[in-house]
């Protein structure tokens, strides 16, 4: 595919003024910055799941993986340990990753497998035409609300801390500069990358109005801190109006999943003489 031009000529399909836009844009650039910095296209790998979102495979001229509805983050663990030279970017919805998806997020954020996460998140499924999320506001009427849904959002950033991402971020579909340096240093991050984006739905949830309003960039916050990243991931609780910060909440550097795995794989010589043992044991 090197050599191609990074985006596909494939029709694109998303409402005019989707967030989805400006994410694509964004990972457009990091990518081209790293392939001209000398990390190989065919060594990258997107991994989507089922949503508005998950078009980012067919726009994108790099090795891809469509998945069903929330696996994505399955699929490139599998991908990561099978080669761990790979670069592996997931890109998912809220709805495919804080609710069919959770768990697999959270196992992902537990073993801290070098992938990275992007969250394209409306708080809506706007695939399916507005039905609410895990992280849709209290009160939120869509087709299958409507007189308002009766739960309290997620808060995906406190969740991810608390399980053990070692890279925790969010961005804002209409910060392109930020999101782009938000996403660089997730992809460059050894270990599992979280970064949950504030996507616009312009057709079924367009609050950019409000995000206009609240979000700001962090300065001088301690991302080495775990209880400094937990306080400014707490001050905003996907809910109520409030102050909404961007850029990278938590940095740590801690072994990886697809490291343990690699160093416990043993030659095929040494597996032979592995079982050959076994069995003379047992004779």
């Known amino acids: 595919m090197t050599g191609m031009p990074l985006i596909s000529d494939t029709q694109n399909t998303w409402c005019p003024g989707c967030g989805n836009f400006s994410i ?10 790293l392939e001209s910095e000398g990390i190989s296209r065919d060594t990258m790998v997107l991994v989507t799941g089922i949503g508005c ?25 599998g991908i990561k340990i099978a080669n761990p030279d790979l670069t592996v970017i997931c890109c998912a919805g809220d709805g495919d990753a804080y609710a069919e998806g959770l768990d697999h997020l959270i196992f992902g954020a537990k073993r801290n497998i070098d992938i990275t996460v992007i969250v394209h ?8 035409t507005g039905q609410y999320t895990p992280t849709s506001p209290l009160g939120f009427r869509g087709r299958s609300t ?10 995906p950033l406190e969740m991810m801390l608390a399980t053990g991402a070692t890279f925790v971020g969010r961005g804002y579909s209409r910060k392109i500069d930020s999101l782009k340096s938000l996403i660089r240093e997730a992809i460059l991050h050894r270990g599992f990358s979280f970064i949950d984006v504030l996507q616009i739905c312009a057709t079924f949830f367009d609050v950019h109005d409000v995000y206009d309003q609240y ?27 409030g102050p909404i910060a961007l850029g990278a909440f938590y940095r740590a550097k801690l072994p990886t ?5 690699t160093a416990k794989i043993i030659s095929l010589e040494g597996r032979t003489a ?9 004779r």
């Open 146 to 155: 409507p007189a308002g849904t009766l739960e309290y959002p997620l808060n």
């Open 215 to 241: 979000v700001y960039e962090l300065r001088d916050h301690e991302s080495a801190s775990f209880d400094r990243a937990m306080e400014k991931a707490r001050e905003w609780d996907y809910n109520n109006k």
């Open 257 to 261: 999943f697809d490291q343990k795995v």
């Open 53 to 77: 979102h998950a078009k980012m495979a067919d726009y994108f001229n790099i090795n891809s993986f469509y998945c069903i509805h929330g696996r994505t983050i399955p699929v490139a663990t």
């Open 121 to 128: 998140n409306n708080r809506v499924y706007g695939l399916t």
């Open 274 to 282: 592995a079982i050959q043992r076994i069995l003379d044991e047992r």
């Open 24 to 33: 694509q844009h964004a990972l457009k650039a990091v990518l081209s910055t």
